[in-house]
């Protein structure tokens, strides 16, 4: 018999402060990757928490100081486009929950947010960061493209130059750099995001909700057109044989070697 203790903690953590909503990513064998399960709970507990009338708020951050290190790249076993596009679908699912969802969420970003972890934040209406954080886009590294709204969501906070310098060459940008440069809001000594992230959800939650719930409309509409091309184009790179190889070289932990095809 297998003894359950050996099974990976992945789960949505929620712990309630008030009127605002603490969802811990805590998948800590993955560092916080965003596997399906968990996407799926993520999903479920933000409806969960715009159905309850309460909760005015939400806070999105990462067990055992990570935020998230990307998408479950062990789990991205995609034979044809049409399961490419239907990975797409779902994952907009939660994209779209987030970004057109009534309530406004604040990241608390400690240690990495990559990849994935890193659309995840900017899904998010307000980042806090530990000045020691580390963003990085990284897609590349697999035979990816960003996704999640990423190649929306990062210009529109740091400029179209500096959004092509991080997706194209996997700059990684620190807490205190995402702060000068517009990727963070509030920049925070190590170990105090949640603190603040508290004291801003806290603000949030006694303001007029309507008017926050129109505001998040009004942006996740321009999110819209970088969605769909991402179904298409995603979908179509998951076939190639170098995301083949990106997605060994990285189980493997060696170099890729790509071949453009």
């Not at 968990?38 to 928490?49: G, N, Q, S």
């Not at 057109?100 to 972890?117: D, F, H």
């Not at 990423?150 to 210009?155: S, Y």
Request: glycine share 8%; net charge neutral.
């Amino acid at each position: 018999m297998n003894d359950m203790t050996d099974t990976p903690r992945m789960r949505i953590a929620e712990e309630r402060h008030g009127a605002v909503l603490v969802l811990t990513l805590d998948y800590p064998a993955r560092k916080n990757a965003l596997a399906v399960p968990l996407r799926k709970e993520l999903e479920d507990a933000i409806e969960r928490a715009s159905a309850d009338s309460s909760i005015r708020a939400l806070i999105l951050t990462g067990s055992e100081g990570t935020f998230s290190a990307g998408g479950d790249i062990s789990g991205m076993d995609i034979d044809s486009a049409y399961d490419g596009r239907e990975r797409m679908r779902r994952t907009h699912r939660m994209v779209r929950i987030m970004a057109r969802g009534n309530l406004p969420m604040v990241a608390a970003v400690e240690g990495w947010a990559v990849g994935a972890g890193l659309s995840l934040a900017l899904l998010c209406d307000t980042i806090v960061a530990a000045e020691d954080a580390r963003f990085m886009a990284g897609f590349h590294k697999i035979g990816l493209m960003a996704d999640m709204g990423m190649p929306a969501l990062l210009p529109a906070r740091i400029g179209v130059g500096r959004a092509r310098d991080m997706l194209l060459h996997h700059t990684q940008v620190s807490g205190a750099e995402g702060k000068a440069i517009g990727l963070v809001d509030y920049v925070v000594p190590p170990g105090k995001a949640l603190e603040v992230a508290m004291e801003k959800a806290q603000f949030l939650a006694k303001e007029a909700p309507l008017p926050i719930a129109y505001t998040k409309q009004w942006f996740a509409d321009e999110l819209e057109r970088a969605l769909a091309r991402e179904v298409d184009f995603q979908a179509a790179l998951f076939v190639t044989q170098d995301f083949k190889e990106g997605r060994a070289a990285f189980l493997e932990k060696r170099k890729p070697v790509f071949k453009g095809k």
